[in-house]
């Protein structure tokens, strides 16, 4: 089946530091992948949608120039939380879509971060 | 906005019991339906998706259900083990867009 790994898998930083989070298609190419944030006990909130050779489509809400997304090839896509705060502190999930089938989403094992 | 809800948040059962999680969604111009599984701080594993089209999927001991008009879908796990005990989540497919519900936790007592 479809494998979507993200990396890290667990992050600790201090506040005001960036982090990146990565996230590929193993054996697939992904031309759209997602970003999802998940709050303790609550349910997926969709971030943006990332598309390969150009700019992300963020949700309402999300800033844009805090969570930087970049898609440079059909099997990455990066999260980049610049200056992060104890309230980025979060699960960060990504997931992609096969772009030969477009049926389902795939998703990956999912980044904690914690900011301090 | 499409919302989706689920009831109950929280369930426990006596292994070997037959499970019943519900999603209620509050537009049905869906493409398709998916219920996944999370285990405590892991990513979320596919387990049925129902297309628009579709009434029900089954699995295994899982059946999924699904009625748009109603804006409802239904997920038994039949005989249930211990090993059940996860946080279960619905979502809706919209452009390929999912909006989630927040989950039920399943506990499963042996």
């Known amino acids: 089946g479809a494998v979507v790994s993200q990396h890290p898998s667990r992050v600790i930083c201090k506040s005001g530091t960036s982090v990146k989070i990565e996230c590929r298609s193993l054996d697939f190419q992904a031309t759209t992948m997602f970003w999802y944030r998940q709050f303790p006990k609550k349910s997926l909130m969709l971030m943006a949608t990332s598309n390969e050779g150009s700019k992300a489509t963020y949700e309402q809400g999300v800033e844009k120039d805090k969570f930087l997304i970049n898609h440079a090839s059909l099997t990455l896509s990066t999260l980049t939380v610049t200056s992060a705060h104890p309230e980025d502190s979060s699960f960060y999930i990504c997931?992609?879509?096969?772009?030969?089938?477009?049926?389902?989403?795939?998703f990956g094992p999912g980044t904690r971060l914690l900011v301090l | 906005k499409q919302e989706v809800t689920q009831i109950p948040a929280a369930l426990s059962v006596p292994e070997g019991e037959n499970l019943v999680l519900n999603c209620s969604f509050t537009?049905?111009?869906?493409?398709?339906l998916q219920w996944f599984r999370q285990d405590p701080g892991k990513g979320l594993t596919s387990l049925l998706l129902i297309q628009s089209s579709q009434r029900e999927q089954t699995s295994g001991r899982l059946n999924a259900s699904l009625d748009k008009s109603s804006g409802r879908s239904t997920l038994y796990i039949a005989a249930s083990q211990p090993g059940d005990s996860a946080t279960y989540l619905c979502a809706v497919v919209d452009d390929y867009k999912l909006s989630f519900g927040a989950g039920t936790t399943v506990t499963v007592r042996a």
């Open positions: 997931s992609a879509i096969d772009s030969g089938s477009r049926e389902t989403q795939y």
């Open positions: 537009d049905s111009a869906i493409y398709n």
